[in-house]
């Protein structure tokens, strides 16, 4: 079983649209959930960062981590064509260790 | 800028050539790590340094072999490569045991081996 499963998509959404991301993972010792953006030819670039449980929000998204169901979610609002991209989600225990989703490819529609 | 500066951008090479990649972190970070990126797979970890010293090695083959002079620098030495090598690789570092443990990207590398 890998320690985190995210569905690749692609994933195609009008302009305007809220984006749900989401990734399982199978191992509750994991405390620290990060969601990375990978523009094309790029690095992945860190979007959000949680520890343990609940949500955090930072402008139009909004990251939540259910540790009862090891459920890791990314929320987009008003999604923008800017937002075209490949997210990754992440999970780490020390920081030593990081465990990275397949990636979910987002293009939104103008 | 995330930090984290990794050259070249781009590099193509033969089989029977040696090149280097480099890597360097402007974080203070005490662990830095390589990974490969290959189209429709997720990343691959291949490395890991903590404080200079190599702790993990993820069944790498030895055309690829790492070497770390210091916490700030990073280089994957590479020589005799195949052509399913051809990949992007992307060097990151944290600060592990800290209470904010997110790994920083450099831009990769975009390796071509022909």
């Known amino acids: 079983q890998k320690e985190v499963e995210q569905d690749p998509g692609p994933l195609s959404v009008p302009e305007g649209a809220i984006v749900s991301l989401n990734c399982t993972y199978s191992?509750?010792?994991?405390?620290?959930f990060m969601w990375y953006r990978q523009y094309s030819r790029k690095g992945p670039e860190l979007l959000m960062y949680?520890?343990?449980?609940g949500n955090k929000e930072d402008g139009r998204f909004t990251a939540q981590v259910d540790k009862s169901s090891k459920y890791i979610s990314l929320f987009i609002r008003d999604s923008q064509p800017s937002d075209s991209a490949t997210y990754l989600c992440?999970?780490?225990?020390?920081?030593?260790?990081?465990?990275f989703g397949t990636g979910t490819s987002l293009t939104v529609i103008p | 800028e995330t930090g984290v500066t990794q050259t070249p951008r781009h590099l193509v090479m033969g089989m029977t050539n040696k090149k280097s990649l480099k890597c360097e972190q402007h974080?203070?970070?005490?662990?830095m790590y390589w990974y490969k990126q290959s189209a429709k797979k997720p990343l691959e970890l291949m490395f890991v340094?903590?404080?200079?010293?190599?702790?993990e090695n993820n069944s790498v083959p030895s055309r690829f072999s790492p070497e770390c002079p210091n916490s700030s620098h990073l280089f994957l030495h590479l020589h005799t490569l195949q052509p399913e090598d051809s990949a992007l690789y992307l060097c990151?570092?944290?600060?592990?045991?800290?209470?904010?443990?997110?790994?920083?990207f450099g831009q990769g590398t975009r390796l071509t081996v022909v």
């Open positions: 992440a999970i780490s225990n020390t920081g030593n260790q990081f465990y």
């Open positions: 191992n509750s010792a994991f405390q620290y």
């Open positions: 949680t520890y343990s449980s």
């Open positions: 974080l203070g970070h005490n662990a």
């Open positions: 340094y903590n404080f200079k010293e190599q702790t």
């Open positions: 990151a570092s944290s600060q592990a045991g800290a209470p904010n443990t997110e790994a920083f």
